[in-house]
């Protein structure tokens, strides 16, 4: 249990900074003395947070559906034919550069929530999909072959056998993704979505170091939090899964 | 018999290719091919493909890919050397059909009109690179061919996109009303890049042989720079501005130099620190996974610590080290372009001013070189790493 407690630290800071930030008001006098105001206050903290988690986990939800029907598809017999491109196209995807791809999205989609959400989601796709085949590809035919001989389904060996064995590449290929995209997501308050980004974006462009300083701090924070909840997921993982996993 | 099993996988049908055609077909006739503004900002009026470029360009069109559907599909010999002719001439004549559109569709004397490409050009273009890709891999072509294949394609763009009947294309109107600032960005975005990915890989080098010397900093180490890995991009600019400009204020010789709050110093310092993990990683790996019985036998011939280290392990190392090169590059070009927002340039601020003012194509104009920079960056560095592994020995 002692791998939680990082993750609820962080988080409980979180929360606390984005709904205490206007208590901190006297720092942030002190860091920008020749402004009047030093709290941003456009929108609530929490309201941003709020937004651009919901950003991340609806990308990294559909995503990762995608991404893991698409693996399983191109390792099955019938999309196996697929197989070569879909690898490709995962590892070429990713020489994209993410903020292109956001820019790339406004022409087409327009200003908003829809074009972040559509980049976040394809973008996000490519490493799940990658870790996905990988995790897929790695098993041992054996197994596979012991599970059909068991008895089971080709349908039932996917869901007992292979899946949980590739399941934690597939979560590392989700922890990727999700790194990524918080840090797109808050590039995206350039594109009027409005995330933790805001007050950076804002206060770069009034020169309000105070406002900046306080998006990068909660973004930076928000960044650790969810990465230590997939340290600990992937430590949980190990544990409850290893002993097996070595037979 | 190898023969015959070559000749076999030839023969087989490809059921991709008349996927990835038919979905081309489908949307090429459905989605917009391109648009007429009478300026800048005003958002134009769409045109379907007929309309577009008439029954000649349509027809064209639908025939190649009809022709790619039934080359993958009919029993024949000689499957994708033809379909590799085929399609790669298709996409180097491309921008052709832009050409057409904008002689028929340009208004006579109205200097600000311009023509854009539109949704259904641009899956056109995705959907035969798809194809291009896989008749690539199907073939097992070298990488001799492949760069040809990409030098001549790119070549032909360059070529149509320089020459008169695409002038009122918006996207080299952006580019024409701007070239001094094109070459500026380019250039700034290339010495960000590459300063920030050789100044990491010279400290990468320095702590991978801390290291290897000292076990005990491989957990601290290796734990500080995936920290900085963790803290997205926007943040970590947004982070290093008052401590740079507390730095240059107290320091007022600093500021001569350019090291303020913003432009390229936080710019160059977040970039490498970006660019430590990848980098030490690969480095580190490479160094310490030269096999032991290799440096034995190094020893046994009479090589001393510094033989062994220049002679022996870091050419072995190398095309690793070169890959690690390879992954800070791609990422270092991406950052850059999020660098443009504390004012460090690059086609970054093509990307961001567009997006400011709403002029798309300016977001093209910085958006489309960054992923070029990117994809030539990986191109480079994969042939560079594949030409330095030694050719194996038998164990």
């Not at chain 2, 900085?228 to 600019?237: D, G, R």
């Amino acid at each position: 249990m002692r791998v939680w407690l990082p993750p609820l630290v962080l988080a409980a800071l979180l929360c606390g900074l984005s709904a205490g930030m206007p208590a901190l008001e006297p720092f942030f006098q002190w860091v920008q003395p020749d402004k009047q105001r030093v709290i941003y206050e456009r929108d609530s903290f929490l309201f941003l947070l709020q937004n651009h988690l919901l950003l991340v986990v609806i990308s990294a939800a559909v995503g990762t559906i995608a991404a893991v029907a698409g693996g399983v598809f191109a390792t099955r017999p019938s999309g196996r034919d697929f197989l070569p491109l879909v690898s490709q196209v995962a590892s070429i995807g990713q020489t994209f550069p993410p903020v292109a791809v956001l820019a790339l999205a406004v022409p087409v989609l327009g200003f908003g929530e829809a074009p972040i959400l559509v980049a976040l989601i394809l973008y996000g796709l490519l490493p799940i999909l990658r870790n996905t085949l990988a995790g897929l590809e790695s098993i041992n035919p054996a197994v596979r072959e012991a599970g059909l001989g068991m008895g089971m389904s080709p349908f039932q060996v996917l869901l007992r056998v292979e899946l949980p064995l590739a399941g934690r590449v597939i979560l590392a290929g989700i922890r990727t993704s999700v790194t990524i995209n918080i840090a797109t997501a808050a590039i995206g308050s350039t594109i009027g979505a409005r995330t933790l980004g805001d007050p950076v974006i804002a206060g770069l462009v009034n020169g309000n170091t105070a406002y900046v300083l306080q998006g990068a701090i909660l973004i930076g924070l928000l960044a650790l939090t969810i990465d230590s909840l997939f340290e600990a997921l992937e430590r949980t993982w190990d544990h409850r899964f290893s002993p097996q996993g070595a037979a | 018999m190898p023969v015959s099993r070559t000749l076999q996988r030839r023969i087989a049908p490809n059921r991709v290719i008349p996927v990835l055609a038919g979905l081309a077909l489908l949307v090429v006739w459905s989605l917009d091919f391109g648009t007429i503004q009478p300026n800048r900002i005003v958002p134009g009026t769409g045109h379907g493909l007929l309309s577009a470029t008439g029954w000649f360009g349509a027809g064209a069109v639908t025939l190649v890919l009809a022709a790619s559907m039934l080359l993958s599909v009919l029993p024949l010999g000689v499957r994708y050397v033809p379909l590799l002719g085929l399609v790669g001439l298709s996409l180097a004549m491309l921008p052709l059909l832009l050409e057409v559109f904008a002689a028929r569709h340009l208004p006579e004397g109205a200097p600000y009109a311009r023509s854009a490409i539109g949704a259904g050009f641009w899956c056109l273009l995705f959907l035969l690179s798809l194809v291009l890709i896989e008749i690539l891999g199907r073939l097992r072509s070298g990488r001799g061919l492949q760069i040809l294949l990409l030098v001549s394609i790119g070549g032909s763009w360059l070529l149509l996109l320089r020459g008169d009947g695409l002038e009122s294309l918006s996207l080299v109107r952006e580019f024409n009303a701007r070239p001094d600032q094109f070459e500026q960005a380019l250039w700034t975005h290339l010495a960000l890049a590459f300063g920030a990915v050789a100044i990491s890989a010279c400290v990468a080098f320095i702590l991978a042989l801390k290291m290897i010397r000292s076990p005990g900093w491989q957990r601290p180490i290796l734990g500080a720079v995936s920290f900085l890995q963790t803290i997205p991009s926007l943040a970590l600019f947004g982070l290093l501005i008052a401590p740079l400009s507390a730095l240059a204020a107290a320091f007022p010789f600093l500021e001569t130099l350019g090291i303020r709050g913003i432009g390229w110093a936080p710019a160059m310092l977040a970039l490498v620190a970006y660019s430590l993990l990848p980098m030490l990683r690969n480095t580190f790996v490479a160094l310490t996974e030269v096999p032991d019985n290799l440096v034995d036998a190094g020893r046994g011939m009479g090589m001393n610590e510094r033989q062994l280290f220049f002679q022996l392990k870091l050419p072995l190392a190398l095309p690793v080290i070169i890959e690690g090169v390879r992954i800070t590059t791609i990422q270092a070009i991406g950052l850059t372009a999020v660098a443009a927002l504390i004012g460090a340039g690059g086609f970054g601020a093509f990307i961001f001013q567009g997006l400011g003012q709403a002029a798309m194509d300016l977001v093209l104009l910085g958006a489309l070189p960054t992923i070029a920079l990117a994809l030539m960056a990986d191109a480079v560095f994969t042939m560079l790493a594949a030409s330095l592994r030694p050719t194996p020995a038998t164990a």
